[in-house]
């Protein structure tokens, strides 16, 4: 094996990481306290301000549900794309590793398998 391919190697799996986890957690916590705002926006009982406009709390409420709800989805949808990304680098060090296989099968170097 050649220096420069096992280096190559050790340097792409060092390089995996596993954030897509970290962001599915933030994201289903998001979306937790989204719900936990629909309830509270829906359930409380909102009493009129004098010029029959919407009450502060309320409008306030539903806002909090909206940036919750949006942060959250964004959250789950990044986890995602993050967790293919990472399953390409995966791929990348797989497929070096059948490169450098098939360079000892061509050599007839035995293998220990």
């Known amino acids: 094996m050649l220096i420069d391919e096992w ?5 792409k799996v060092g390089q995996i990481k596993d954030n897509a986890n ?3 957690t933030i994201g289903s916590i998001l979306l937790g306290a989204a719900g936990s705002a629909v309830i509270t926006a829906l359930t ?3 009493k009129k301000t004098a010029d029959g406009s ?6 306030i409420a539903w806002a909090l549900v909206m940036v919750f709800l949006i942060c959250g989805i964004l959250s789950l949808f990044f986890g995602r794309t993050q967790r293919k990304v990472e399953n390409v680098m ?3 060090v797989v497929q070096q590793m059948e490169l ?5 099968k061509v050599s007839g170097v035995p293998n220990t398998e």
Not at 7 to 11: A, C, H, I, N, P
Not at 54 to 59: D, E, H, N, Y
Not at 100 to 104: F, L, N, R, T
């Open 100 to 104: 450098m296989e098939q360079k000892y």
């Open 44 to 46: 409380t009982d909102y």
């Open 7 to 11: 280096d190559y190697l050790k340097t």
């Open 90 to 92: 995966v791929r990348d």
């Open 22 to 24: 970290f962001y599915h």
């Open 54 to 59: 919407a009450p502060t709390f309320q409008v």
